[in-house]
């Protein structure tokens, strides 16, 4: 176990490996007064809960994606996430700790991106609150990431950006009183109708590793990047802004028809690339789509779902309509994603 | 002889010997899951059975049962990932199997073994060839069992197993991706060993090293 | 001058050096419909002026510190942003240009940050402004950053951290409807009472010159870096976030008693680090805080005021007062920061 | 002789070649600042340079103020930084004490000058050994004018000037920087040349380099 005064070995700015999640978790429970950090499970619950009645949002997946999901619990959206270890599922304890907690009575959705270990850790989770509890659990594997071409014969696609706007629309379908098969239903439209690429510069590196995950040489990236690092569909050319937008939308189009209804889409960073990329990225990506005569009604620039310090970025699309439109406007006040409050 | 029967404390000392290899190869398994993972499978490893070893060593178990219970218990809720539930519910179905008895004979151990490859592909669903630790567990416990068929003892069958753990490990180099997180590499994920059959081995490893001790 | 589908020589996702600013206006002005962006002037308006007999604010820089400070143009904060070159001062023209559009009759604050070229090229643009328009201006300079020691053989402390929480506070005393007079007073006030530190685990890359501004060893940080990759007091090796902030803190500790009143905290990542490590900074920096008996009333965790893909962070405190604190917890509505609304 | 006066066509050549020398060495000046500063002097000075000679080629000045006017208002308006304001003032001034003229006499030269580093100390308040644009502005001009005291002609007295800004160029090497970005390092700006000097030395490489090729 290394100790605080260690010099580290890699360019980051954490007293250990060992302590980071433990840590950051202590800098989020300073920081807002509006969130109740359980620091003995790891996990981050509103401090006000929501009214009797209402159903309740949990989330949670391995930490280094910040702000998600710690970062969208709050008013109009998460009730709960449970932080893993780095890039690694939370455990099913944790789980069944939070759907307790935040069980308002109406049950409680569990939003889980969609990798093995995920989705196994939040399966046993359900089982012991079934099994413990008579509390009523729905769940949405997101699956989003259309990078993975083959998904019939894989895990299936990883769950990626479009669990930032499902969460922010499933947690207003829950502020507004519907109930669990209702939430869900949201929720699992969402999912169906939301499409990510992401793109790779650099890699990220995983503390306890302390080395890049993967090397990518100066004039390389990598197209179809995981937010875990996991290898995309191609390393390619490094190419300027305008082409990596073509190489990212491109595939999203093709997987789905996105013309004929209003549009959410988000350009989120990866962690280790600056705002002002994103927005050139965005303005890029605009151009694309309005050629392709797609409306978007909505836009979000801004890193919402990271890869630790990777460089790069996602574009993630939602085919939206007006019940969802209203959602995503409804009012949130969480630390990541916040209007309307 | 007394190797016809394997004792809580031998497969307690298995268990730490286990901890003692993840850890040595922790940045082996952590690299063989940079190259078509997310890096963590050393360290997933390590914080799961040092967890184990501490509960051990805090209060040794009186029975097979207890001992794996505790053991599943505690890597399904400190491991998290993939791995977790899939070595978790690995010795949760040991022990259950097992039962509260303080030594298993040869046959008693292979019908645990046997119930914990069931957990793991209950909760994986990993098929032969799928590129996963179910590639290592299944030939080894296969030859396990042909060990004992042939009246080898129970040290002997670990070793067998082992040697069957090793092939099977070394197999998985030449697999494209099926299950977990290197099945999105697709074709990129051949040509490299996958981390989980990595520390399976391991696993076998530890089983014949503990035994062949005495 | 590069053309669009060239390949870039580093690894960003840009067009090419010459476009990024424009490129990056053009994503603004896509993203924000509540912004209006002057291309040709390259000034970031809101859409909606300010209720007529208000004072307005504006501020401006060179471009590469985004959110700062187009992101903090909204209700509650400022009413313009003009944009300069990457890291360079925007002109004169601009800020006239800016003044003559943002008045409501009640005058105009611009917001400098200590630098001589923004003082320069703001103090001609009042000059203009004087000389082509009635209009009253009352100028800020913002010179808040503790590692520049001797301040008074230099150009004196650089405006940093501190301008964020200016632009905020007096953004709501504006809104409000003080006098410029008064308005001008709130923000001098923030200045006196703000200090900031900022420390570099990497150099930034301006794009134009394609290489790292300097170079830091593997193993060694920069202490008192400035937003433009400027060096600061000294190079160091590298250390734990525990260590780091302390080497923060206590440079602004012993140049202002910041006890016996509420503070407000900022933990600001300079642009390539990632908010996990960001959050463990906080936690690092309040145990100092509480150890000197010091009251943090309010904290803000994120990229703020960066340094384009700079990895590191630096720490803001404001001694606050209960006038303050009122106007930081006024409603702001920006793509930066936005609370209340 | 003609070497008595200097006209706006020379004067629009001068420009035009300052900006040749600093798109030549932009990653010098660039690389200067990087060091001291902040990685933007040499693209600060090619794009007011380039504004200024774009502009000149589109409608050729018809005298000393229209076109120094015209150079100072671009740069004041496309540079920004602290190099925009300093520069375009110097030529503000340098215009506006020339007067609409078509030619300038050595003297009238001479004090339009300096003028313009009356602009530029107005606007800087830069003193001698600052380590700025002064250094090599101040020593430059006085070789400019004991030269022509001396009797040389405007070529010989440009080439002096610029013999006394490479020297002051240099000469800021060793200066501790007290003025713009660079002083903000302390003694650590010791040991590198200031770029505004670098790129100052180059105006008077361009005017000698004009004036000797006739
Ligand atoms: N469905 C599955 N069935 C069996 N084993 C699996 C399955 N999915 C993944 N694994 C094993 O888990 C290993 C990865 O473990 P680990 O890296 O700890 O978890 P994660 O993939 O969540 O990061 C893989 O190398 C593989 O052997
Ligand atoms: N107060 C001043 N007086 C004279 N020259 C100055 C002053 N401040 C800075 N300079 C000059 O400006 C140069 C820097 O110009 P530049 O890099 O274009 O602007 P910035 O410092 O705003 O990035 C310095 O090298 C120095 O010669
Ligand atoms: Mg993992
Ligand atoms: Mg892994
Ligand atoms: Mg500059
Ligand atoms: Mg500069």
């Known amino acids: ?341 | 002889m007394t190797n016809e029967t394997i004792s809580v404390d031998q497969l307690s000392g298995w268990l730490t010997r286990f901890n003692d290899l993840v850890t040595e190869q922790v940045s082996y398994l952590t690299e063989l899951d940079s190259a078509i993972g997310d890096a963590d499978h050393g360290s997933n490893m390590t914080r799961g059975m040092s967890a184990v070893v501490e509960k051990i060593q805090a209060s040794p178990a009186g029975t097979v049962d207890e001992l794996f219970t505790g053991a599943g218990m505690t890597l399904v809720t400190s491991v998290g990932g993939a791995s977790g539930p899939l070595y978790g519910t690995f010795f949760l179905r040991i022990g259950a199997t097992a039962g509260p008895v303080g030594t298993l004979d040869a046959p008693g151990l292979a019908s645990a073994l046997r119930a914990g490859l069931g957990g793991v592909v209950a909760r994986g669903k990993a098929e032969v060839g799928d590129k996963t630790m179910f590639d290592v567990l299944a030939p080894a416990l296969d030859a396990f069992d042909a060990a004992l068929a042939g009246s080898s003892d129970i040290p002997s069958a670990a070793r067998a197993a082992y040697s069957a753990a090793q092939t099977g490990r070394d197999a998985t180099q030449a697999l494209l991706a099926r299950k977990g997180r290197a099945s999105y590499l697709g074709e990129r994920s051949i040509g490299h060993i996958d981390p989980g059959a990595a520390s399976t081995s391991l696993l076998f490893q530890a089983l014949a090293e503990t035994l062949g001790k005495e």
């Open chain 1, 1 to 341: 176990m290394k100790v605080n005064q260690e010099v580290p070995d890699m360019k980051k700015l954490i007293n250990s490996p060992e302590t980071v999640l433990a840590d950051s978790l202590a800098g989020v429970a300073a920081a807002h007064p509006d969130l109740r950090v359980d620091h003995a499970n790891r996990i981050i619950f509103r401090a006000t809960p929501k009214a009797a009645g209402k159903v309740a949002l949990l989330s949670g997946g391995g930490t280094g994606h910040e702000p998600l999901h710690g970062g969208f619990v709050g008013e109009g959206m998460l009730d709960a996430a449970c932080a893993g270890a780095i890039f690694t599922s939370p455990t099913p304890d944790q789980m069944l700790e939070a759907t307790k907690v935040v069980d308002r009575g109406a049950g409680v959705l569990h939003i889980v991106k969609n990798y093995t270990g995920d989705v196994m850790n939040f399966e046993i989770g359900a089982e012991l609150a079934a099994a413990e509890t008579g509390i009523k659990v729905a769940v949405v594997v997101v699956n989003d990431d259309v990078a993975v071409e083959d998904s019939s014969f894989t895990a299936g696609r990883r769950g990626v950006g479009t669990t930032v706007l499902l969460e922010k629309i499933a947690g207003a379908a829950a502020e507004e009183g519907r109930d669990l098969a209702a939430v869900a239903a949201v929720a699992q439209k969402v999912n169906e109708s939301g499409r990510s690429m992401g793109v790779a510069l650099t890699s990220c590196t995983v503390p306890s590793a302390g080395k890049p995950t993967f090397v990518l040489p100066d004039d390389e990236m990598e197209i179809g990047v995981g937010i875990h690092g996991e290898p995309g569909r191609r390393r390619v050319p490094l190419a300027g802004a305008a082409e990596v937008a073509r190489q990212l939308v491109e595939p999203i189009l093709s997987d789905l028809d996105f013309t004929g209804a209003p549009t959410i889409v988000m350009l989120n960073g990866l962690g280790g690339t600056p705002l002002i990329e994103l927005y050139v990225m965005y303005a890029e990506v605009r151009k694309i789509l309005d050629a392709a005569g797609i409306t978007v009604a909505r836009s979000l620039v801004g890193n919402y779902i990271t890869a630790l310090d990777m460089a790069g970025c996602s574009v993630t699309i939602l085919k939206a309509d007006d019940d969802l439109l209203r959602l995503w406007d409804a009012p949130v006040n969480t630390s990541g994603l916040r209007w309307g409050i």
